[in-house]
């Protein structure tokens, strides 16, 4: 079992991890917005969403071949497994798609909506497990406090682009290297 204050809660290492550097005051803002891009991205089958991403991508490529773009969509979000994140993109796209817009702009404002959607769900899903937390007495008030704070200010500072990014690159690993520490003798903290 690790230590934090999220150890008790069902999430990866990953957002335990996350959780320990929320109370802990040694953590820097940048290290916790790297943990959370890392741990969103790391939650993902990230071939999968960029192996659907790629499928849209080829249909808009060749409008005049697809009359009924909608359908085609729905039919090409029913082929493949239904996780929340591109459940929310489909929604997205179909109502962008059924406001009259071209696939690739519908398509470039659904992955836009969709990212500010997963950062707002993740937010709360960290804010209800603080919560827990506390109630478990895993969390005293004050680191209570501060974990809701700084995962508000967290989620607040991602960089909507990098994270969108690496979802249609599928670049699991793209927050890895921003990720590690500085470990030379003669390196400091960064001011």
């Known amino acids: 079992m690790t230590d934090g204050p999220l150890r008790n809660a069902e999430l990866s290492g990953r957002?335990?991890?996350?959780?320990?550097?929320?109370?802990?005051?040694a953590a820097t803002a940048d290290e916790r917005i790297v943990q959370a891009c890392d741990s969103m991205v790391g939650?993902?089958?990230?071939?999968?969403?960029?192996?659907?991403?790629?499928?849209i991508k080829r249909h808009a490529e060749r409008p005049q071949m697809d009359l009924d773009v909608t359908?085609?969509?729905?039919?090409?979000?029913?082929?493949?497994?239904?996780?929340?994140?591109?459940d929310m993109l489909r929604k997205h796209l179909m109502a962008n798609l059924h406001d009259r817009m071209p696939l690739d702009t519908a398509l470039d404002q659904a992955l836009q909506s969709t990212v500010v959607?997963?950062?707002?769900?993740?937010?709360?899903?960290?804010?209800?497990?603080?919560?827990?937390?506390?109630?478990?007495?895993d969390m005293n008030r004050e680191d209570y406090?501060?974990?809701?704070?700084?995962?508000?200010?967290?989620?607040a500072g991602?960089?909507?682009?990098?994270?969108?990014?690496?979802?249609?690159?599928?670049?699991?690993?793209?927050?890895k290297q921003a990720?590690?520490?500085?470990?030379?003798?003669?390196?400091?903290?960064d001011e």
């Not at 939650?43 to 499928?55: I, Q, T, Y």
């Not at 990720?179 to 903290?189: C, I, M, N």
Request: hydrophobic share 30%; glycine share 8%; proline share 3%.
């Open 145 to 155: 406090r501060k974990g809701i704070e700084r995962n508000a200010e967290t989620f």
């Open 15 to 25: 957002w335990k991890q996350y959780g320990k550097d929320l109370v802990s005051d």
């Open 43 to 55: 939650d993902l089958d990230v071939s999968e969403v960029r192996s659907l991403l790629s499928a």
């Open 71 to 86: 359908s085609s969509m729905e039919t090409l979000f029913e082929s493949g497994q239904k996780p929340p994140l591109t």
């Open 158 to 175: 991602i960089d909507r682009n990098g994270l969108r990014d690496a979802l249609t690159s599928g670049n699991k690993r793209a927050f």
């Open 117 to 137: 959607d997963w950062i707002g769900m993740t937010k709360n899903r960290l804010d209800e497990e603080c919560i827990r937390a506390r109630d478990l007495g």
């Open 179 to 189: 990720q590690r520490k500085k470990t030379g003798v003669d390196e400091g903290p």
